[in-house]
């Protein structure tokens, strides 16, 4: 199994665990959610939060919403296996655990951590991520075949930016709809951010701009955030538009879980004269992640999921 896609599948499938249900009786106000008729209840909201050891109220607050969709997709994802017969053996999740556990060892120089140290840390432990590990291995397995060469070459061909290293240096401008909670207030973010945008285009200085207007600590900078990759931390969202504007433009719009951003490349390093053959494996591994995210999007539109406010 590859380096990478455990990493992938973790950050997609992040703080997934088993549960069971209660004993008891549930009440209707103790049940979450529904999906297929499968039942997410708040006990189950309530102990992934337990494998926390920093928990707030306002970090529970803040972080409902995104482990209910990670429940959500736990649930499809095993339905998923299950339909597909897609069969993951005891030992091929323990070979995959001890290569973890020795790229950690090799790759520790000083205090040493322990697999299990680190999962603490991130709210997991070992059993959420054996089972992270199981969807890693079903997957490639389900995707194996329809990744060939011909695929992989169209993928390459369509996202060299990925693989060539080639970056950009981006500023932005960010109205903050993170805490709006009615749709009226996220109007209003939308129209604020197109305000801005004609101030812009009347000549106003982008820095000077960022400083008056935006909502990230960047705006200090001038909304620097210094050059940016292809592939990272940005939503596909913002790195669609980064790198589709030649230096000195300034996009459109964009929205991403953030808010609305305004974003302008001050300057470009052209990627390298990269062949195929030479990152076949990780295009590979780029093509398998854009497959999984696809394959989620899908279970989820095709699904009958039910959230009780």
Do not use: W
């Not at 060539?164 to 973010?189: P, W, Y």
Request: net charge negative.
């Amino acid at each position: 199994m590859s380096k990478l896609l455990v990493p992938l599948v973790c950050l997609v499938l992040a703080f997934l665990q088993p549960h069971t249900f209660s004993a008891e009786k549930e009440q209707p106000s103790d049940i979450v959610a529904t999906v297929n008729g499968k039942k997410i209840t708040q006990e189950m909201l309530v102990n992934r939060f337990n494998t926390f050891t920093d928990t707030t109220t306002e970090t529970i607050a803040t972080m409902r919403q995104e482990v209910l969709d990670q429940l959500i997709t736990d649930i499809l994802l095993d339905e998923f296996i299950d339909k597909q017969g897609l069969i993951v053996r005891p030992e091929e999740i323990e070979r995959e655990v001890d290569r973890i556990r020795n790229t950690i060892n090799s790759n520790q120089k000083n205090a040493i951590q322990s697999l299990e140290q680190i999962l603490i840390s991130i709210g997991s432990h070992i059993d959420e991520f054996k089972k992270s590990i199981k969807y890693s291995i079903a997957l490639e397995k389900y995707f194996h075949n329809k990744l060939d060469d011909k695929t992989l070459k169209k993928y390459f061909d369509e996202n060299k930016s990925v693989f060539n290293g080639e970056t950009v240096k981006v500023s932005h401008i960010l109205i903050d709809t993170r805490n709006m909670q009615t749709a009226e207030e996220i109007s209003h973010a939308l129209e604020q951010i197109k305000t801005i945008k004609r101030e812009l285009d009347r000549g106003a200085p982008f820095d000077e701009v960022a400083k008056k207007y935006s909502n990230c600590p960047s705006a200090q900078n001038g909304g620097d955030l210094g050059f940016i990759q292809r592939k990272g931390i940005f939503a596909k969202s913002f790195l669609d538009a980064a790198f589709s504007l030649k230096p000195g433009q300034v996009s459109e719009p964009v929205q991403t879980e953030y808010g609305y951003h305004l974003l302008k490349v001050t300057d470009k390093k052209e990627g390298d004269n990269i062949q195929f053959d030479a990152v076949r494996e990780k295009v590979r591994l780029e093509a398998l992640d854009a497959e999984i995210l696809t394959l989620l999007d899908r279970l989820r539109k095709e699904a009958t999921i039910v959230v009780n406010q």
